[in-house]
C-alpha cells in the first residue's frame, strides 16, 4: 500500500493500516502522558523534593535536640557549678561597710611592696547593673620590683582590684613613678539597684 492512496481523515482512521493505527494509538499515548507529566507528576515531584528536604531539615534539628537533652544532666550540672561559682564570685565583692577596709588594704599593699605613695584619691562609684565600680586614682613612686610586688599583693587580696590606665615614667636612678586607676567593685543591695 502506497501512502498517497491512504485517505487521512480522520473520520476515516478505522480504514488506516495497522502500521498506521498502531502508530497513532503510540503517538497519541506519548502525548497523553506527556501532558500527564508535564501538568500533574512535575508539580508532585517538586513537592516531594520539598518533603525530603524538610525532612533533613527537621532530622538535624532532632539530633541536635536529642543531643541537648541526651546532655542535659551534664548541663545542669554545669549551670549548678557556674551558680556556684558566681555566688563565691560575689561574696569576692565587698558591701558598702568592707569597701573602706579594702581602701586601707590596698593601700597596705603598696606599703608593704615598699613603694611611696604620692596619691591616693577614691573617686566617686559608678554603678552598674548589679555591682558598682570605686575606682582609685593612685601614683607611687619605687622600683620595678616593688611594682611588681605590688601588683602581685593586689592580686592575692581577697577582694577584687584591677589597675587599668597604668603608667611607668622613669624618675631618678633606678626609682619610676606609676600612676593607674586601681578599681575596686562591690555587689549592690536590693534598695540600691
Given at each position: 500500500?502506497?501512502?498517497?492512496?491512504?485517505?487521512?481523515?480522520?473520520?476515516?482512521?478505522?480504514?488506516?493500516?495497522?502500521?498506521?493505527?498502531?502508530?497513532?494509538i503510540?503517538?497519541?499515548?506519548?502525548?497523553?502522558?506527556?501532558?500527564?507529566?508535564?501538568?500533574?507528576?512535575?508539580?508532585?515531584?517538586?513537592?516531594?523534593?520539598?518533603?525530603?528536604?524538610?525532612?533533613?531539615?527537621?532530622?538535624t534539628?532532632?539530633?541536635?535536640?536529642?543531643?541537648?537533652?541526651?546532655?542535659?544532666?551534664?548541663?545542669?550540672?554545669?549551670?549548678?557549678?557556674?551558680?556556684?561559682?558566681?555566688?563565691?564570685?560575689?561574696?569576692?565583692?565587698?558591701?558598702?561597710?568592707?569597701?573602706a577596709?579594702?581602701?586601707?588594704?590596698?593601700?597596705?599593699?603598696?606599703?608593704?611592696?615598699?613603694?611611696?605613695?604620692?596619691?591616693?584619691?577614691?573617686?566617686?562609684?559608678?554603678?552598674?547593673?548589679?555591682?558598682?565600680?570605686?575606682?582609685?586614682?593612685?601614683?607611687?613612686?619605687?622600683?620595678?620590683?616593688?611594682?611588681?610586688?605590688?601588683?602581685?599583693?593586689?592580686?592575692?587580696?581577697?577582694?577584687?582590684?584591677?589597675?587599668?590606665?597604668?603608667?611607668?615614667?622613669?624618675?631618678?636612678?633606678?626609682?619610676?613613678?606609676?600612676?593607674?586607676?586601681?578599681?575596686?567593685?562591690?555587689?549592690?543591695?536590693?534598695?540600691?539597684?
Open positions: 500500500m502506497n501512502i498517497n492512496e491512504i485517505n487521512w481523515d480522520f473520520n476515516e482512521a478505522g480504514n488506516w493500516p495497522i502500521a498506521i493505527k498502531a502508530a497513532a503510540v503517538l497519541a499515548t506519548a502525548v497523553l502522558i506527556g501532558g500527564w507529566i508535564y501538568y500533574d507528576t512535575l508539580d508532585q515531584i517538586d513537592v516531594l523534593e520539598g518533603a525530603k528536604n524538610k525532612e533533613l531539615a527537621l532530622k534539628t532532632f539530633e541536635k535536640k536529642q543531643q541537648k537533652a541526651a546532655n542535659l544532666d551534664a548541663y545542669k550540672k554545669q549551670l549548678a557549678e557556674m551558680k556556684e561559682q558566681f555566688g563565691a564570685m560575689l561574696q569576692q565583692l565587698p558591701n558598702k561597710t568592707e569597701v577596709g579594702l581602701l586601707i588594704d590596698v593601700s597596705q599593699a603598696g606599703l608593704a611592696s615598699g613603694l611611696e605613695f604620692t596619691l591616693f584619691q577614691p573617686l566617686a562609684e559608678n554603678k552598674k547593673d548589679f555591682y558598682a565600680e570605686k575606682p582609685i586614682k593612685i601614683n607611687v613612686v619605687g622600683t620595678y620590683h616593688e611594682f611588681g610586688n605590688f601588683v602581685s599583693n593586689l592580686a592575692a587580696l581577697p577582694r577584687i582590684v584591677t589597675l587599668h590606665n597604668v603608667s611607668l615614667v622613669p624618675t631618678t636612678g633606678d626609682q619610676m613613678s606609676m600612676s593607674a586607676l586601681a578599681k575596686t567593685y562591690r555587689y549592690l543591695d536590693e534598695d540600691e539597684k
